[in-house]
């Protein structure tokens, strides 16, 4: 059965899209492959129709617990074995699939990265035959993209323990720092890998930033959007609080919607998406916890209430809209104010070496008391409890991710199990992520300002050629009435 067949048997598409074939052919015959290609244009059929080929297991590096299950209950319902095994699966289940993949019982295979840190899944798969390495967001590899994950920058050790087997990365959005950055952190080499960049260019979108000042212009601004372009929609907010107020304005104009934000209980967050996704002319005032798994085809526009942080982000989050095809609008309300938001994001998001390093110490010296007071003992030693100060909490991130830390304050059972890595306590470093960040906060200004077109904007910071002069949108900066 050639790729084609398969493609119709196991999938139920006729045709390849883009450039899907001349991807899956060049994965076939033994080329490493890195694809930029935007959400909803099929990048997960890239490495599941090659695993159908190929002799043994197809490893799927993911961050994204939440839709493993969802991939791997529609990869079953069309004949092919898969699994995946992370956190949520109890131990009984775990060793179940470890035993279904000592027995070759799976085609493909999905975990985190972090699954790496196991030492039983790790001794099961060095000794197996891996025929491809598929890495889905690849972009969390680098340390200058927009969702840096530590444990990603062990790729290259588990492809190594892996046999260096045949690769794909995969990602939505990757500047040409973070391509380079990409290969180097997965150990390969240019001249061994072929990359595609199917570009950002989606016709259908139109592109326009609204001028506001105040809630009553915003409230105006998404009114008036409401009522212009009828049908399934999303509002994005960076702060919760403006969500909820948001909400409550539309309530009192009985615009029916429904919120989703990451404070919900995992219940409430499922039944908001199954909900959105199976009915028509669904509103949803959202942050960007909304998102991974939105693959609803006719969302007719996209709303930001307040500036993303970057063009990354953005672009990930206005590509949800008008998958089908049909015309669609990408809506961001410009208030400068919002700006103060992301200024206040970043000053928490970098703390100095001289933070961290009191951070570890107190919680190796101070141990007991830490884990029987909580965090509000913690904060009170590193911030005197300033509620607005939220180094605490990023610390305490950085700390788990970069396995510094084993356990949970919040459990009581949080230790000390590393030294501090060099990424948190060389100020140099850290200055150089300082800067990263304000640059991209910089660059999403000045897509709010130019005076030229939009979609040139976006390829232009993605180190992109565009074509044409986009007629689907709008360059001025509108003001609201």
Same mark, same amino acid.
């Given at each position: 059965?050639?790729?084609?067949?398969?493609?119709?048997?196991?999938?139920?598409?006729?045709?390849?899209?883009?450039?899907?074939?001349?991807?899956?052919?060049?994965?076939?015959?033994?080329?490493?492959?890195?694809?930029?290609?935007?959400?909803?244009?099929?990048?997960?059929?890239?490495?599941?129709?090659?695993?159908?080929?190929?002799?043994?297991?197809?490893?799927?590096?993911?961050?994204?617990?939440?839709?493993?299950?969802?991939?791997?209950?529609?990869?079953?319902?069309?004949?092919?074995?898969?699994?995946?095994?992370?956190?949520?699966?109890?131990?009984?289940?775990?060793?179940?699939? /470890?035993?279904?993949?000592?027995?070759?019982? /799976?085609?493909?295979?999905?975990?985190?990265?972090?699954?790496?840190?196991?030492?039983?899944?790790?001794?099961?798969?060095?000794?197996?035959?891996?025929?491809?390495?598929? $890495?889905?967001?690849?972009?969390?590899?680098?340390?200058?993209?927009?969702?840096?994950?530590?444990?990603?920058?062990?790729?290259?050790?588990?492809? @190594?323990?892996?046999?260096?087997? =045949?690769?794909?990365?995969?990602?939505?959005?990757?500047?040409?720092?973070?391509?380079?950055?990409?290969?180097?952190?997965?150990?390969?080499?240019?001249?061994?890998?072929?990359? /595609?960049?199917?570009?950002?260019?989606?016709?259908?979108?139109?592109?326009?930033?609204?001028? $506001?000042?105040?809630?009553?212009?915003?409230?105006?601004?998404?009114?008036?959007?409401?009522?212009? $372009?009828?049908?399934?929609?999303?509002? !994005?907010?960076?702060?919760?609080?403006?969500?909820?107020?948001?909400?409550? =304005?539309?309530?009192?104009?009985?615009?029916?919607?429904?919120? !989703?934000?990451?404070?919900?209980?995992?219940?409430?967050?499922?039944? $908001?998406?199954?909900?959105?996704?199976?009915? @028509?002319?669904?509103?949803?005032?959202?942050?960007?916890?909304?998102?991974?798994?939105?693959?609803?085809?006719?969302?007719?526009?996209?709303?930001?209430?307040?500036?993303?942080?970057?063009?990354?982000?953005?672009?990930?989050?206005?590509?949800?809209?008008?998958?089908?095809?049909?015309?669609?609008?990408?809506?961001?309300?410009?208030?400068?104010?919002?700006?103060?938001?992301?200024?206040?994001?970043?000053?928490?998001?970098?703390?100095?070496?001289?933070?961290?390093?009191?951070?570890?110490?107190?919680?190796?010296?101070?141990?007991?008391?830490?884990?029987?007071?909580?965090?509000?003992?913690?904060?009170?030693?590193?911030?005197?409890?300033?509620?607005?100060?939220?180094?605490?909490?990023?610390?305490?991130?950085?700390?788990?991710?970069?396995?510094?830390?084993?356990?949970?304050?919040?459990?009581?059972?949080?230790?000390?199990?590393?030294?501090?890595?060099?990424?948190?306590?060389?100020?140099?470093?850290?200055?150089?992520?300082?800067?990263?960040?304000?640059? @991209?906060?910089?660059?999403?200004?000045? /897509?709010?300002?130019?005076?030229?077109?939009?979609?040139?904007?976006?390829?232009? !910071?993605?180190?992109? @050629?565009?074509?044409?002069?986009?007629?689907?949108?709008?360059?001025?900066?509108?003001?609201?009435?």
């Amino acid at each position: 059965m050639n790729i084609k067949e398969k493609l119709q048997n196991y999938f139920g598409y006729s045709t390849f899209r883009g450039k899907q074939r001349e991807i899956i052919e060049d994965i076939l015959n033994g080329r490493h492959i890195l694809t930029i290609m935007p959400t909803g244009l099929g990048k997960s059929v890239l490495y599941q129709l090659p695993a159908l080929l190929l002799p043994g297991l197809t490893l799927v590096i993911s961050p994204l617990i939440s839709l493993m299950k969802d991939q791997v209950d529609s990869l079953t319902k069309r004949g092919i074995n898969a699994a995946f095994i992370n956190s949520s699966l109890t131990k009984k289940e775990r060793e179940k699939r /470890y035993k279904g993949i000592r027995d070759n019982k /799976y085609k493909i295979l999905y975990v985190t990265p972090e699954r790496f840190r196991k030492k039983e899944f790790v001794d099961l798969i060095k000794n197996y035959a891996i025929s491809l390495f598929a $890495v889905d967001e690849a972009h969390c590899i680098s340390q200058w993209g927009h969702d840096f994950r530590p444990d990603y920058t062990r790729l290259k050790e588990f492809r @190594k323990m892996a046999g260096n087997p =045949l690769t794909i990365a995969l990602t939505a959005t990757a500047t040409p720092d973070v391509q380079k950055d990409i290969l180097l952190q997965l150990g390969l080499k240019s001249k061994d890998v072929n990359i /595609y960049h199917e570009g950002i260019n989606r016709p259908n979108l139109f592109l326009e930033v609204m001028n $506001v000042w105040g809630e009553d212009e915003k409230l105006g601004a998404v009114l008036k959007k409401i009522e212009m $372009v009828k049908g399934n929609g999303i509002i !994005y907010f960076t702060l919760i609080k403006d969500l909820m107020r948001m909400s409550e =304005l539309l309530e009192k104009k009985k615009i029916p919607h429904q919120i !989703y934000h990451g404070r919900l209980d995992v219940s409430m967050r499922k039944q $908001v998406q199954e909900h959105f996704m199976d009915n @028509k002319n669904q509103l949803v005032l959202a942050t960007n916890a909304f998102g991974m798994g939105i693959d609803k085809e006719d969302i007719r526009f996209v709303i930001h209430a307040q500036i993303p942080g970057s063009l990354e982000s953005y672009y990930q989050e206005i590509g949800r809209a008008g998958r089908d095809g049909k015309d669609s609008h990408c809506t961001l309300l410009y208030d400068e104010t919002d700006l103060n938001i992301h200024l206040e994001f970043i000053k928490w998001n970098n703390p100095t070496d001289e933070f961290y390093s009191r951070a570890y110490g107190i919680l190796l010296s101070e141990n007991e008391r830490v884990n029987a007071e909580g965090i509000d003992y913690l904060k009170e030693q590193l911030t005197y409890k300033n509620r607005n100060d939220f180094r605490t909490e990023t610390t305490l991130s950085l700390f788990d991710r970069w396995k510094v830390t084993e356990g949970f304050i919040e459990q009581k059972n949080i230790r000390i199990i590393s030294e501090l890595p060099e990424e948190l306590s060389s100020q140099n470093y850290l200055d150089k992520k300082l800067k990263n960040e304000q640059q @991209k906060l910089y660059k999403m200004m000045l /897509y709010v300002k130019t005076a030229d077109c939009r979609k040139a904007y976006i390829h232009d !910071y993605f180190g992109l @050629k565009y074509p044409d002069k986009c007629m689907a949108c709008d360059n001025d900066i509108e003001e609201t009435e």
